[in-house]
Nanobody, 124 residues
Framework: QVQLMETGGGLVQAGDSLRLSCAAS????????MAWFRQAPGKQREFVGG????????YGTDSLQERFTVSRDNVKNMLYLQMNNLKPEDTAVYYC?????????????????WGQGTQVTVSS
């Protein structure tokens, strides 16, 4: 089982930026897909974006791609989420997940390992 730990969340104002990091405990993750999801209160878990083993990135929506950037470092076993121009509707718990496949998937059920999540709160 892969242990994942997210850091970098916090309380910010609309228009600010945050960078989330996800540290994975297991070596050899270069063959796995890694992704970010988020879940707001009362809503389903939403796919934000993910990177496959070679670093190719897929985003959940075009609007997310305009403001968010997913990247990964296979040497350090890290996944990152750079979030710019944050909006109150971005408020959620953000989760890192690993899929034991070369390709990213947009559904949460495709991921076997999850971090505990980090809270991001954006005030207006």
């Amino acid at each position: 089982q892969v242990q994942l730990m997210e850091t970098g969340g916090g309380l910010v104002q609309a228009g600010d930026s945050l960078r989330l990091s996800c540290a994975a405990s297991t070596l050899g993750l270069n063959t796995y897909a890694m992704a970010w999801f988020r879940q707001a209160p009362g809503k389903q878990r939403e796919f934000v974006g993910g990177a496959n083993w070679s670093g190719d990135v897929t985003y959940g929506t075009d609007s997310l791609q305009e403001r968010f950037t997913v990247s990964r470092d296979n040497v350090k076993n890290m996944l990152y989420l750079q979030m710019n121009n944050l909006k109150p509707e971005d408020t959620a718990v953000y989760y890192c997940a690993v899929r034991r496949s070369l390709q990213v998937a947009g559904r949460a059920s495709a991921y076997a390992d999850w971090g505990q999540g980090t809270q991001v709160t954006v005030s207006s």
